[in-house]
């Protein structure tokens, strides 16, 4: 009789088993209803204190309120991104180790062919959570003070036309770089090891503009010591709305960043949908919005599969331009 039941036991969880394989659902997932149960380590391709910590900090602190277990922010700004990235793609799959990722995560891979991950393919994509334009700023001592007149300006230069980035490969290098396919000139670029320093030797007079980051350089606007000229979105900016699009003089000019968040690669899709659920409820949040467009970036709320497209969308945006520009890491 005990043979009987422990038999009948046997049978009943090896029917159990099979069904939850059928379904698509491996029993590991079991393992996942307790989560967090532990505290998350969200890895964030920044030093303290700039625009991309910040919006880390923001979604940490909203995920800790929501998951009821501490999310903490790990900083890890060298190699551009490059070690964050390695680190959260050769971790486990488990929801425990998430990487705040952004364009410049895609950037990497047109500029550097020996990247130790694919930029997509050894990520599980969760959310995008926001897109963001640059800002082109110049010295309030500059002629220029339209969009016609910088491109004008720029095209009639005499002596060394420079622009000045956060750094080779960030956006701002790329946009210039985009600038003078578009507009025909041959700026040199200068790249700084940071946005704040870039900024720094822009108000001193050391080159002629920045397409800066608009969180970054808004401040600088409204204090007088730069003059903001136009946006790099397809067209004008709800928070900046006196700031024409670059594209209304130089048609199809566009560059637009963006904010998700991603895990390694093979994560359970219940876990991923979980993750992915909680991100768009702090979206959603009023405050969170309103820092978000006040900031100057659209919140976003892509599902994985979406942002998976997104991301490999712009793979291919980024190979193009650098081969047309012919950027390169130096």
């Given at each position: 009789m005990h043979r009987t039941r422990i038999a009948s036991r046997a049978r009943a969880s090896t029917v159990a088993l099979f069904a939850l394989l059928a379904a698509g659902i491996a029993p590991?997932?079991?393992?996942?209803?307790?989560?967090?149960?532990?505290?998350?380590?969200?890895?964030?391709?920044a030093a303290p204190g700039g625009t991309t910590d910040i919006l880390s900090r923001v979604f940490a602190a909203k995920l800790t309120e929501i998951l009821k277990q501490q999310v903490l922010v790990d900083n890890r700004a060298s190699a551009s991104g490059v070690n964050a990235g390695e680190i959260t793609a050769r971790a486990q799959p488990d929801g425990y180790t998430l990487l705040l990722v952004y364009h410049q995560h895609t950037i990497n891979a047109a500029l550097n062919d020996k990247l130790p991950y694919h930029p997509v393919n050894d990520f599980t994509p969760i959310s995008q959570l926001t897109a963001a334009g640059l800002l082109l700023v110049v010295n309030p001592a500059s002629p220029v003070k339209t969009v016609k007149e910088f491109v004008d300006w720029t095209r009639g230069y005499k002596g060394g036309l420079n622009f000045g980035s956060a750094g080779i490969g960030s956006g701002g290098h790329l946009a210039g770089e985009l600038f003078n396919l578009m507009a025909g000139v041959k700026a040199q670029h200068i790249p700084y090891k940071g946005s704040g320093p870039a900024l720094a030797d822009l108000l001193g007079g050391q080159y002629?503009?920045?397409?800066?980051?608009?969180?970054?350089?808004?401040?600088?606007?409204?204090?007088?010591?730069?003059?903001?000229?136009?946006?790099?979105?397809?067209?004008?900016?709800?928070?900046?709305?006196?700031?024409?699009?670059?594209?209304?003089?130089?048609?199809?000019?566009?560059?637009?960043?963006?904010?998700g968040v991603a895990g390694p690669a093979r994560m359970p899709k219940p876990l991923v949908a979980k993750l992915h659920g909680e991100l768009i409820k702090i979206l959603n949040m009023p405050d969170v919005r309103e820092r978000?467009?006040?900031?100057?970036?659209?919140?976003?709320?892509?599902?994985?599969?979406?942002?998976?497209?997104?991301?490999?969308?712009?793979?291919?945006?980024?190979?193009?331009?650098?081969k047309e520009s012919g950027a390169k890491l130096e």
């Open positions: 590991a997932t079991f393992a996942q209803e307790d989560f967090p149960n532990r505290p998350i380590r969200l890895i964030t391709p002629q503009y920045n397409f800066a980051g608009i969180q970054a350089a808004q401040n600088l606007v409204r204090a007088g010591k730069l003059r903001a000229i136009a946006v790099t979105n397809p067209k004008r900016i709800a928070a900046l709305p006196d700031y024409p699009a670059m594209s209304e003089v130089l048609p199809g000019f566009e560059l637009v960043g963006w904010y978000i467009v006040t900031d100057g970036s659209e919140p976003v709320g892509s599902a994985p599969e979406a942002f998976r497209q997104y991301m490999l969308a712009d793979l291919v945006k980024w190979a193009k331009l650098v």
